[in-house]
């Protein structure tokens, strides 16, 4: 226990350091850069999960979705048809429009398959 270089350390530290506004500026501009280095490090480490949960969660996703096709086959089938009174709707809305305006109206159906 002769040599004990922590005990030095602490000898140090507790010494009151005159104040010198050059390092006072290094050490703040060097706090700033350890807190920037430290954010990116933190939002490359989330990037990284969050990539590898992205390819967890599209398979999950597959899976749920081959369990229960049986629910959305019949929304894939009336689809054609919402979409179809939609696109009607809107062409009605826009015939409505141009008659209050004066405009020609000109209306063409959707053919149907």
Request: hydrophobic letters at 35%; a positive charge; aromatic letters at 4%.
């Amino acid at each position: 226990m002769a040599v004990d270089s922590t005990f030095e350390f602490e000898k140090r530290r507790s010494r009151p350091v005159k104040y010198d506004r050059d390092l006072m500026g290094k050490t703040i501009s060097a706090m700033q850069r350890v807190q920037e280095i430290k954010s990116k490090r933190e939002e490359r480490f989330h990037a990284n999960r969050m990539r590898d949960a992205k390819k967890e969660k599209k398979q999950q996703a597959r899976v749920e979705i081959e369990k229960s096709i049986e629910i959305l086959a019949p929304a894939v089938a009336n689809r054609e048809e919402v979409m179809r009174n939609v696109v009607d709707s809107a062409r009605d809305r826009i015939a409505a429009r141009k008659k209050q305006s004066g405009q020609r109206v000109s209306i063409k159906k959707m053919d149907e398959n």
